[in-house]
């Protein structure tokens, strides 16, 4: 995806209706794998105050807050927020909250020193040292980013973008940060994972992802092409995808801030 305001707007807010809940249980299984990793690295969420930046609908913020002191999500997608709340209300999850903002829009006075962990999962909020330096200054203990690790594999995706004259791949993700990290003289752990999930849609609902796709790609779709070759992958009246990827999972503490001992 072109990383304009305009295409993470339109992007994220037609994705919000299809996308994961929380607690959907190969959703929450991730989930907690993730954590149980970051834990061992030294991010502790227990009793803590968290900052969640690009919550989306709340995959991480939700199900830590039933450990969690208070969860506070940031995201620019008023269509995933709208999810988050709905799930949070299902949940009578009195301590975890949302609202609306860009992160680079946000100023580092509304946040600072106000979180004890600040989190980024999977997102684009996090681009720059500056959007960093913002991380950082929010968090009283410590900062945690997981992101694309340079794999991302699907062979229906994959025919298709190249169908278009476009290459299917990975974000950036943790690169720009590991490196704007490196020059900013942090020393954080990183961990690599495999990661993977099937998806089984219809073939007019897969059209309208892959339209989207194409969409936020700069790229006029093949409607008529992509029409044919979904319908010779249909099975059962579905077109399964396989994605298979590798993710980063990166902590640190800030400069004159210290991980305090578990509540």
């Known amino acids: 995806m072109k990383a304009t305001a305009k295409n993470e707007k339109i992007f994220w807010n037609a994705r919000a209706r299809g996308y994961p809940l929380p607690f959907e249980r190969s959703t929450l299984a991730k989930t907690r794998r993730i954590l149980g990793l970051l834990k061992k690295m030294g991010a502790d969420f227990r009793g803590r105050d968290i900052l969640d930046i690009g919550c989306g609908t709340g ?104 169908g278009h004259g476009l290459k299917y791949r990975a974000p950036r993700g943790a690169a720009p940060v590991l490196k704007a990290l490196k020059e900013l003289g942090r020393r954080p752990r990183v961990v690599l994972i495999k990661d ?29 092409w992509v029409t044919r070759l979904l319908r010779a992958g249909t099975r059962g009246g579905k077109v399964r995808q396989l994605t298979t990827v590798r993710k980063a999972l990166i902590t640190w503490v800030p400069p004159g801030k210290k991980k305090k001992p578990g509540r």
């Open 59 to 162: 995959a991480y913020a939700l199900p830590l807050a039933a450990k969690a002191g208070r969860v506070t999500g940031v995201d620019s997608s008023p269509a995933m927020l709208r999810v988050f709340r709905a799930e949070r209300n299902a949940r009578g999850l009195a301590n975890a909250d949302c609202f609306l903002s860009a992160w680079g829009k946000l100023p580092a006075a509304a946040v600072r020193n106000r979180f004890d962990i600040a989190l980024a999962s999977m997102t684009m909020a996090i681009k720059n040292k500056a959007d960093l330096l913002k991380m950082e200054a929010s968090a009283r203990e410590r900062c945690v980013y997981i992101g694309w690790a340079g794999i991302r594999r699907n062979s229906l995706l994959e025919k298709i973008y190249a």
């Open 196 to 224: 993977s999930w099937t998806k089984s849609a219809t073939p007019s609902e897969t059209l309208r992802d892959i339209a989207l796709n194409m969409k936020v790609n700069g790229a006029a779709l093949r409607r008529d």
